[in-house]
Nanobody, 124 residues
Framework: QVQLVESGGGLVQAGGSLRLSCTAS????????MAWFRQPPGKVREVLAA????????YYTDSVKGRCTISRDNAKNTMYLQMNNLKPEDTAVYYC?????????????????WGPGTQVTVSS
C-alpha cells in the first residue's frame, strides 16, 4: 500500500550525528504507527524507536535513549530519526517501517511495509 525510501546514512566518526529520513509514497500513512529498525552486521533486526499518529506517543529502546529522537511530518510524508553521539556499535543498516496498527508496537509481525534500508557506518 505504501512505498518507503530511507536516506541520510553514511560514514561518520564516533561522537558525530546523523539525521535519517524516511519518505513515503503511494499511500498516506497518517493514521498508522511507524518505527525505525536496524540490523548490525551478523545480527538480527531490532527496533530502535516507534511513533504513533494519535497523540504522537513514542518508544525508544534502552540502547538509544538520550541519543536518538524520532519525529514525523505527515504534511511531507516523512519520518525522521535524529541520532547524536554515535558509537561504532551503531553501525548497521537502518530501516523504516509502517505498522498495520494505530497504537505503538515493536513487533515485527505488525509492520506491513518496509524501506530498502540505508547504511550507517560509525568509525572509532
Amino acid at each position: 500500500q505504501v512505498q518507503l525510501v530511507e536516506s541520510g546514512g553514511g560514514l561518520v566518526q564516533a561522537g558525530g550525528s546523523l539525521r535519517l529520513s524516511c519518505t513515503a509514497s503511494g499511500r498516506t500513512f497518517s493514521n498508522y504507527a511507524m518505527a525505525w529498525f536496524r540490523q548490525p552486521p551478523g545480527k538480527v533486526r531490532e527496533v530502535l524507536a516507534a511513533i504513533t499518529w494519535i497523540g504522537s506517543n513514542t518508544y525508544y529502546t534502552d540502547s538509544v535513549k538520550g541519543r536518538c529522537t524520532i519525529s514525523r511530518d505527515n504534511a511531507k510524508n516523512t519520518m525522521y530519526l535524529q541520532m547524536n553521539n554515535l558509537k561504532p556499535e551503531d553501525t548497521a543498516v537502518y530501516y523504516c517501517a509502517v505498522s498495520r496498527r494505530f497504537a505503538l508496537t515493536t513487533s515485527l509481525a505488525d509492520f506491513a511495509s518496509w524501506g530498502p534500508g540505508t547504511q550507517v557506518t560509525v568509525s572509532s
